[in-house]
T-cell receptor, first 117, second 114 residues
Framework: AQSVTQLDSQVPVFEEAPVELRCNYSSSVSVYLFWYVQYPNQGLQLLLKYLSGSTLVKGINGFEAEFNKSQTSFHLRKPSVHISDTAEYFCAVSGPVLMDSSYKLIFGSGTRLLVRP | DAGVIQSPRHEVTEMGQEVTLRCKPISGHDYLFWYRQTMMRGLELLIYFNNNVPIDDSGMPEDRFSAKMPNASFSTLKIQPSEPRDSAVYFC????????????FGPGTRLTVL
């Protein structure tokens, strides 16, 4: 079974500074990886996803993530954050690829990004 | 498209009462998911449907919980009887075709059981 670990429950950062949100997953098979963002009192919205191919994935709002198979990581980065990026960020995994269970998303516990002026 | 629609947005009820949460998925999507979000347990998948058929309900916590999808445009999650520990935000999400694709989430229903 897959699992996802987001070690940082909260990450405070100043506006225009770079940020990295860490995500590690556990799986013995190929999986799909996702980052979702949740703004206050809203549902989740997809930021980006890794399915296969290039390990560097670019998403919306200037975010990108890098898949590292050897370290089983999928860290999210942004070179310069804005106040509006303040939100909860969830890493998720689904799989094994091409099997029925790939439709199920397993979420990490979330990381709250707090951008300060 | 209006996105995934959930109703009500907020529900306050007393312990023992029946609660029904509603969801309208995005037109054309063939997968529908129900999630629960709490501070203690995070986001949990309760059940998901494919073409209106329940595929995996292993996340449904107890027999007090039931979900139905009578047609492609409507699903309900029912709790009977409700308990204070059911207080949470319940999300409905839909997607098209495969696990590779994005799940689109509704705004959620915040349930408070007194």
């Amino acid at each position: 079974a897959q699992s996802v670990t987001q070690l940082d429950s909260q990450v405070p950062v100043f506006e225009e500074a770079p940020v990295e949100l860490r995500c590690n997953y556990s799986s013995s098979v190929s999986v799909y990886l996702f980052w979702y963002v949740q703004y206050p009192n809203q549902g989740l919205q997809l930021l980006l996803k890794y399915l296969s191919g290039s390990t560097l994935v670019k998403g919306i709002n200037g975010f990108e993530a890098e898949f590292n198979k050897s370290q089983t990581s999928f860290h999210l980065r942004k070179p310069s954050v804005h106040i509006s990026d303040t939100a909860e960020y969830f890493c998720a995994v689904s799989g094994p690829v091409l099997m029925d269970s790939s439709y199920k998303l397993i979420f990490g516990s979330g990381t709250r990004l707090l951008v300060r002026p | 498209d209006a996105g995934v629609i959930q109703s009500p947005r907020h529900e306050v009820t007393e312990m023992g009462q029946e609660v029904t949460l509603r969801c309208k998925p995005i037109s054309g999507h063939d997968y529908l998911f129900w999630y629960r979000q709490t501070m203690m347990r995070g986001l949990e998948l309760l059940i998901y449907f494919n073409n209106n058929v329940p595929i995996d309900d292993s996340g449904m916590p107890e027999d007090r919980f039931s979900a139905k999808m009578p047609n492609a445009s409507f699903s309900t999650l029912k709790i009977q009887p409700s308990e204070p520990r059911d207080s949470a935000v319940y999300f409905c999400a839909s997607s098209f075709d495969s696990g590779r694709n994005e799940q689109f989430f509704g705004p959620g229903t915040r349930l408070t059981v007194l």
